[in-house]
């Protein structure tokens, strides 16, 4: 398995924007940005693989854009017109997998995990 780190994250005005950054130890197929606010369960944000497919949370289309460095094993997060209900601790997961369709929001088919990084909008 990889080892995730994320970076970027921070407290922010409602309707300013963040970068989220999440380095892998190696080449991983497939990953993904999850969220977890206090009291709910982990939800699947966004998700990208190497081909530059994407999946997005209908809570986050029009606003949130991922992307995939295939060449730095790098995965961002560019979150635009953040909202309070955006609030959350952010993870960083990955699986070395080719899925047929779009890479899932689905947090069981992941298999490596980052630590998080605080997003706090007001």
């Known amino acids: 398995d990889v080892q995730l780190v994320e970076s970027g994250g921070g407290s922010v005005q409602t309707g300013n924007s963040l970068r989220l950054s999440c380095v892998a130890s190696?080449?991983?197929?497939?990953m993904a940005w999850f969220r977890q606010a206090p009291g709910k369960e982990r939800e699947g944000v966004a998700a990208?693989?190497?081909?530059?497919?994407?999946s997005y949370a209908d809570s986050v289309k029009g606003r949130f854009t991922i992307s995939k460095d295939n060449d730095e094993n790098t995965l961002y997060l560019q979150m635009n017109s953040l909202k309070p209900e955006d609030t959350a601790m952010y993870y960083c997961?990955?699986?070395?997998?080719?899925?047929?369709?779009?890479?899932?929001?689905?947090?069981?088919?992941?298999?490596?995990w980052g630590r998080g990084t605080q997003v706090t909008v007001s």
């Open positions: 990208a693989d190497s081909e530059r497919r994407t």
């Open positions: 997961a990955a699986v070395n997998r080719r899925y047929t369709r779009y890479p899932p929001l689905t947090k069981n088919e992941y298999k490596s």
């Open positions: 190696g080449y991983t197929y497939t």
